[in-house]
């Protein structure tokens, strides 16, 4: 079984900046993308940065210059730093990995979410 917990989420002003992580934890033989996503309120989730096959990321056009998504490889840990939030960046923030089970099974795994609130 394979989890995926989420952290660093919280309440911070206009401006702030917040640094989201997610650690995979459980038995797996490898883990392959691991990305971000975020659902605002009455809205759809949507794409936030997720590596690309190619080995770039694609970031969602709100959020270019502003979040920057990293991974540590050897705690199986992706990061999303989060610069100059605006309120419109509200949302619970959830991560997801590619996985590939013990069993050469592929998976799709989903993190709880974290909430992130930005407001004066």
């Known amino acids: 079984q394979v989890q995926l917990v989420e952290s660093g989420g919280g309440l911070v002003q206009p401006g702030g900046s917040l640094r989201l992580s997610c650690a995979a934890s459980?038995?797996?033989?490898?883990?392959?993308?691991m990305g971000w996503y975020r659902q605002a309120p009455g809205k759809q989730r949507e794409l936030v940065a997720v590596?690309?096959?190619?080995?770039?990321?694609t970031y969602a056009d709100s959020v270019k210059g502003r979040f920057t998504i990293s991974r540590d490889n050897s705690k199986n840990t992706v990061y999303l730093q989060m610069n100059s939030l605006k309120p419109e960046d509200t949302a619970v923030y959830y991560c997801?990995?590619?996985?590939?089970?013990?069993?050469?099974?592929?998976?799709?795994?989903w993190g709880q979410g974290t909430l992130v609130t930005v407001s004066s």
């Open positions: 590596p690309t096959s190619s080995g770039t990321t």
């Open positions: 997801k990995a590619d996985v590939i089970s013990r069993t050469l099974t592929f998976l799709e795994i």
């Open positions: 459980g038995s797996f033989r490898s883990i392959n993308a």
